[in-house]
């Protein structure tokens, strides 16, 4: 479609006068290119930019058919609206424009009114047409600047989409991938028994068990890559499995230097210089794309106009980049907190600050149907940092995340004489006594289901409160299924 406002129309006939009546019936709304012969019509249409063309049938050398036919055979021009124009009323002669791929026909002498009709219906249809595929281009073009794989299987195991970057890692072409069953094409046979039995998991409902997962796929030239993936189910109208979406990160460097990197920085692990530089790559060098990733998908999800499985798609990426910014907020915390070595530390209310929290976590604790009873009637002052308030946005955080959905999630305070004893209490899954001491270690993370988390979120709340000088610790909720966290700060 051109960019004016006025379509353009290339009327192609071999008598001037046809061509010139065409101009007086349609010249007030639309820009009339004139043609004298087929050949003439075709050189039109690769020069000017066609928004429909009326195609005298009975021409020499160049037949009406034969340069619709032309037009409907070439990629670039086939989508162009063709309306055959003759003197002939056969039924022989329709059935040819239609064999040639006409979108429409008209008999002469032609009416004006049934002209300016046929011609405006089809100049609709021909913006929409296009605005669908600039629109479907721009998603795709979105889908090809993502630093991930992504791709979609169908319910045969047979790749439906994959981006740019996925055909880069495999060093194929899109049209090399497509229609290929993913499982025995991309992955060593003898590693793909266990990929397709979490496929088929999947396909079930078992997106919370496998949810994550890693695998090996093979490159063009017979390299193996690593890849870590997030899979998300896709469903049809009637709320069925149609797919699977996943979305995945090479890495198959990381994973070869996690071992030198580990052993440097053990060597320098209490370096300061380490630990800025390592703070500064999580704010910088990881949250500009992450944020990058957000800011794309929020303004397609805003434009709207998406076809169902765009959407579906567009939904299940922000999701996953969601989690990975709440990762690498997550990161962040601890290691700015890993690099302080005191605190300064001041008289503070606790009541006030579990308030704020409260009210901070009220739109998570309402979207998990978790009720808060929390009964601070305070004062309750200590000396703390107010870094102190993220132990207990971590600690709430968790009970409620962890929480089925219509219980209760408990804050009390308990009167230790010199110290102040707060306790969360939940009513969710528990923790064994053999896992109690793990879950404030960094990275662990005790299995809870289809519930995932970064492993760092008690590595701070310990950390925090080690800078407190305080004590931190988990134990059975003692009125019935569920745990309670606690933690211990000084009084002034």
Same mark, same amino acid.
């Given at each position: 479609m051109n960019d004016n406002s006025v379509p353009k129309i290339l009327v192609v006939d071999d008598e001037p006068l046809n061509v010139e009546l065409m101009e007086v019936y349609l010249s007030g709304d639309y820009e009339v290119i004139p043609a004298y012969g087929g050949a003439e019509g075709l050189e039109k249409v690769r020069t000017e930019d066609i928004d429909l063309v009326l195609l005298d049938v009975m021409m020499p050398e160049v037949s009406g058919f034969d340069v619709c036919r032309t037009l409907k055979e070439d990629p670039l021009y086939q989508f162009i609206p063709v309306v055959m124009v003759t003197a002939l009323s056969g039924k022989d002669d329709k059935i040819k424009s239609i064999e040639a791929g006409a979108d429409d026909f008209l008999s002469k002498p032609v009416d004006r009114l049934e002209l300016e009709t046929r011609v405006k219906s089809l100049i609709k249809i021909r913006q929409l047409h296009t605005s669908l595929l600039a629109q479907r281009d721009q998603a795709q073009n979105y889908l090809d600047v993502a630093g991930v794989i992504l791709l979609v299987l169908d319910k045969d195991q047979n790749v439906t989409l994959i981006n740019r970057k996925g055909c880069e890692i495999l060093g194929r072409s899109e049209g090399e991938v497509l229609g290929k069953n993913w499982f025995d094409s991309f992955l060593q046979p003898e590693k793909a028994e266990y990929p397709k039995k979490i496929f088929s998991r999947l396909l079930e409902g078992g997106i919370g068990e496998f949810?994550?997962?890693? !695998?090996?796929? $093979?490159?063009?030239? =017979?390299?193996?890559?690593?890849? /870590?993936? #997030?899979?998300?189910?896709?469903?049809?109208? !009637?709320?069925?499995?149609? =797919?699977?979406?996943?979305?995945?990160?090479?890495? &198959?460097?990381?994973? %070869?230097?996690?071992?030198?990197?580990?052993?440097?920085?053990?060597?320098?692990? #209490? /370096?300061?210089?380490?630990?800025?530089?390592?703070?500064?790559?999580?704010? #910088?060098?990881?949250?500009?794309?992450?944020?990058?990733?957000?800011?794309? &998908?929020?303004?397609?999800?805003?434009?709207?106009?998406?076809?169902?499985?765009?959407?579906?798609?567009?939904?299940?990426?922000?999701? &996953? !980049? &969601? %989690?990975?910014? *709440?990762? $690498?907020? /997550?990161?962040?915390?601890?290691?700015?907190?890993?690099?302080?070595?005191?605190?300064?530390?001041?008289?503070?209310?606790?009541?006030?600050?579990?308030?704020?929290?409260? @009210? *901070?976590?009220?739109?998570?604790? %309402?979207?998990?149907?978790? %009720?808060? !009873?929390? /009964?601070?009637?305070?004062?309750?002052?200590?000396?703390?940092?107010?870094?102190?308030?993220?132990?207990?946005?971590?600690?709430?955080?968790?009970?409620?995340?962890?929480?089925? @959905?219509? *219980?209760c999630v408990s804050v009390e305070m308990e009167d230790l004489g010199r110290e102040w004893k707060v306790k969360v209490i939940d009513q969710g899954f528990g923790i064994l006594d053999e896992d109690k001491e793990l879950v404030f270690e960094r990275f662990k993370r005790i299995d809870k289901g289809n519930i995932k988390g970064t492993g760092l979120g008690l590595a701070i709340v310990r950390r925090i409160v080690d800078l407190h000088e305080g004590k931190v610790g988990v134990a059975d909720n003692p009125n019935g299924n569920g745990s309670m966290f606690w933690v211990t700060l000084k009084k002034p």
């Open positions: 949810e994550y997962a890693e !695998n090996s796929i $093979i490159s063009a030239d =017979g390299e193996e890559r690593l890849i /870590s993936w #997030h899979n998300s189910l896709l469903m049809d109208g !009637n709320g069925n499995v149609s =797919g699977i979406l996943s979305s995945g990160e090479d890495i &198959t460097e990381r994973t %070869k230097t996690e071992v030198a990197l580990k052993d440097y920085a053990n060597q320098l692990e #209490h /370096s300061n210089e380490l630990k800025d530089l390592f703070i500064d790559i999580i704010r #910088h060098d990881l949250m500009n794309p992450a944020g990058a990733v957000k800011g794309f &998908t929020d303004l397609l999800l805003k434009r709207g106009k998406l076809e169902d499985g765009d959407l579906r798609m567009l939904q299940a990426i922000k999701r &996953t !980049n &969601t %989690k990975l910014i *709440t990762m $690498i907020k /997550s990161a962040a915390t601890f290691a700015k907190i890993e690099s302080v070595s005191e605190v300064k530390l001041k008289r503070i209310d606790l009541g006030v600050i579990l308030n704020n929290v409260a @009210q *901070t976590l009220g739109p998570q604790l %309402k979207g998990n149907r978790i %009720k808060l !009873n929390m /009964s601070i009637e305070g004062p309750y002052p200590a000396l703390v940092d107010p870094m102190i308030e993220q132990v207990f946005v971590n600690l709430l955080s968790n009970a409620i995340k962890y929480s089925p @959905q219509n *219980t």
